[in-house]
């Protein structure tokens, strides 16, 4: 497979971006968008991007390992390396390395992720709290098979496709049997939304990998939440689609997300309406040492549960 180049304007903002959307697709045919910090991994003369996440996040793996077609959206600039505007759009085919490797986490992944995160806190306390977090990082790797960059931030015109075209838009989606409007409290879930600064809506294209798109949330009605979509990117008629809002400060202190699935549907006159089905978020402490107690915690039950519920047994099988 020849590798697929992307522009020097789209390697800035692989390399300076501190957070990305990550998308990937769920066995009902929708679409889960998520934050995570990529730390500039990527490899042009291969043409793959990267990030890692801990073990512990095993839903997560599961939904990759099953199917790994998935998309990265670098559209966030504040507190990182880059600061022009844009909206890089990468879809691929992502691998899972589900063994931690402790060298390339000591000597490659450990350096890299200083430029954005800071130094490690080190010592007798700290590698034991931080182990799960840190020693049980794994690697996922994507092959990419299309870029499409706008060099506006909220992709508004034509954009530049590099690797596979464009495919045409998606056919609308069959209803989910418990029906298509909203299972949550739509004003609810508009102000928290709307207390967080970046909103990222995905769903699965015509070719099966996520796409996503920027969006701006407007007043909530008895049928969802009005979204503002750039034109002529997401197709008319219904399907499922996931929408993640989120906010963060330096060195990822005070990461706040609101991640939802539902039913999107955009009319033939281009207005979008959201369903939200379900809703799920958090907010991480804003100083960096409570973050890091937060951090070591959660990656411990993260992972005890993983073992427990068999999941980790799934997930080497699968690999197998």
Known sequence: MVPTPWPDEVDRLIDGDLTAGLAYVTPAGGSVVTAVAPIGLRDRDRGTVGFTTSLGLSKKLERIQRDPRV???????????????????????????????????????????????????????????????????????????????????????????????????????????????????????????????????????????????????GEPEAGGIVLEVPPGVVPPGGRRAGLLSHGYGPQLTGLATRQFTGWLTLDESGRALYAPHTEQGFRAPGNKTLLLLANGLLAKRGLRKAERSGAMERLRSGAA
């Open 71 to 217: 998309a990265l959206a670098y559209h966030a600039r504040e507190h990182g390396l880059a600061d022009e505007p844009g909206f890089a759009l990468i879809q691929g085919d992502a691998s899972v390395t589900l063994e931690p490797d402790e060298r390339y986490l000591e000597e490659e992944l450990g350096p890299r992720a200083e430029r954005y995160v800071g130094k490690p806190r080190r010592g007798f306390f700290w590698d034991r709290w931080l182990r799960e977090y840190y020693a049980d990082r794994v690697a996922v790797e994507v092959t990419v098979r299309r870029v499409t960059f706008w060099p506006d931030t909220d992709c508004g015109g034509q954009p530049r496709v590099d690797g596979e075209p464009t495919p045409v838009a998606a056919d609308p989606q069959s209803e989910p049997k418990g029906g298509t409007g909203p299972r949550v409290d739509v004003p609810r879930a508009v102000r928290r939304a709307l207390k967080l600064p970046h909103r990222l809506l995905a769903f699965r294209g015509a070719d099966g990998y996520p796409v996503q798109v920027p969006v701006r949330i």
